[in-house]
């Protein structure tokens, strides 16, 4: 049995998902890579018939991010899970310090780490890092505050996942952070401080979800307004849960209010227009 699943979700991205696997068989030893196809419509089952050492899914209908992750984690023979997306990179070697960190401490159930920022276009490091800190041990309200966990570089046990009933497959977006929120509320979580991963940053252009801030930062309040619904959360005292809803809300103003103000010089009018009621949106109604 492998010591770790990397489990890698894809649809019609094939020009990057050779990459994204080359990678994943290169960050350790004793590696299941099972790739979770989402019924893509193009070439990428002829891409991945030409993998190697790689086990590949096709789902016989697209049901987005959440249900395809949970497929991969159904079908891993590992005790501990990696995910990558098709258009991120792990780092030569990088599990290991993860999974030390991992199994000398069993009630830690997830470990991170800072990724580099890659260009859309080529997924080169743009020179960027990210987050700025790594907090480690019980970091429930420091994560309710802002998703500071990047995707590829997580490293958590299945068991953590399928106790929790795994990724919340009724959001189209941030479903990566409600699941790392539900893992917060009762489990430790560890970091590793070096790079492990190239995350491709989102642009308008990218063809990426999260290229689209609006529903983004929409979605964001939603998940965050699920967390303070819990038991948590809800037995806190209110001023703790005032302080991490603004936090939130005024980071999402400030960024769809930076994008209009781009849209503007620009000369896009009508995008402008759109980006600033949505910004007024999230202040007023939180939506």
């Known amino acids: 049995m492998s010591s770790v699943s990397v489990v890698i979700t894809t649809y019609n991205r094939p020009q990057f998902l050779k990459r994204a696997v080359q990678s994943a068989l290169q960050a350790g030893p004793d590696l299941e890579v099972i790739v979770v196809d989402d019924c893509s419509t193009d070439e990428t089952p002829d891409v991945c018939a030409e993998l190697a050492d790689v086990r590949y899914i096709r789902l016989t209908t697209n049901q987005g991010l959440a249900h395809a992750r949970n497929v991969g984690v159904a079908e891993s023979s590992s005790e501990f899970i990696a995910f990558l997306d098709d258009d991120d990179l792990r780092l030569p070697d990088s599990l290991e310090k993860q999974l030390c960190k991992m199994m000398a401490e069993e009630r830690i159930a997830l470990c991170y780490a800072r990724a580099l920022i890659g260009d859309a276009r080529r997924q080169l ?27 590829p570089t997580v490293l958590v046990r299945k068991s953590a996942l399928l106790e929790l009933g795994g990724f919340n497959t009724a959001l189209p977006l941030v479903e990566d952070w409600d699941m790392w929120l539900r893992i917060s509320e009762s489990f430790l979580v560890a970091a590793v401080e070096e790079p492990v991963a190239i995350h491709r940053k989102a642009d308008a252009d990218s063809n990426q979800m999260s290229s689209n801030s609006s529903a983004l930062c929409k979605q964001a309040i939603h998940v965050q307004q699920m967390a303070l619904a819990r038991t948590r959360a809800r037995t806190a005292v209110s001023t703790k849960r005032r302080h991490v809803r603004s936090l939130l809300r005024d980071r999402a103003y400030k960024l769809l209010i930076k994008e209009a103000t781009n849209l503007i010089r620009n000369g896009d009018a009508k995008s402008a227009r759109a980006k600033l009621l949505d910004a007024f949106h999230v202040v007023l109604f939180g939506r």
């Open 125 to 151: 490091p743009t020179g960027e890092i990210y987050p700025s800190e790594c907090p480690q041990g019980d970091i429930f309200w420091e994560l309710l505050e802002n998703n500071f966990i990047p995707m």
